[in-house]
């Protein structure tokens, strides 16, 4: 299977579901599909259940020496600008939260970047990018 298949199985398995804090939410998407995508990492089965609502989640990512969702995503992914990020990579969105911002784990599917929110699926442009990180075996350059 190619990066796309193997990204976009994931992608439309984990939208189908129900949104569940610490097991399907916007993390847990981009752990799924970095997990396929490099079945070393076993990301999914280190932090499953680590949590079960987004406070909670907070506390989790703390109490393991992580400031943020980004510093959680740079201890295992290599960090990319968010311009150069490919079909699979994932980003950080800051979203609108009421009145703050608020990070989101989403994946990169071509000009776009999918997340999933309690509301559901949500695609985002690259102007709500605020980090990035590659997924899987390295990424070879363009060739034109």
Do not use: N
């Amino acid at each position: 299977m190619t990066r796309f298949e193997i990204a976009t199985a994931v992608i439309e398995a984990e939208l189908d579901k129900a949104y569940l804090p610490g097991e399907s939410d916007c993390l847990f998407l981009g752990l799924r599909v970095a997990d396929a995508l490099d079945p070393s990492l076993g990301l999914v089965e280190r932090y499953w259940r680590a949590y079960t609502t987004l406070a909670g989640g907070h506390r989790a990512m703390v109490k393991a020496g992580f400031k943020s969702i980004e510093a959680f995503l740079e201890s295992h992914l290599k960090r990319c600008a968010p311009a150069q990020a490919q079909f699979g990579d994932l980003v950080i969105l800051g979203l609108p939260a009421g009145s703050r911002r608020a990070d989101h784990v989403a994946v990169c599917i071509g000009t776009r970047f999918a997340t999933k929110l309690e509301t559901g699926g949500s695609l985002h442009m690259i102007d709500e990018v605020t980090a990035a990180f590659r997924t899987g075996a390295p990424h070879e350059p363009a060739q034109w």
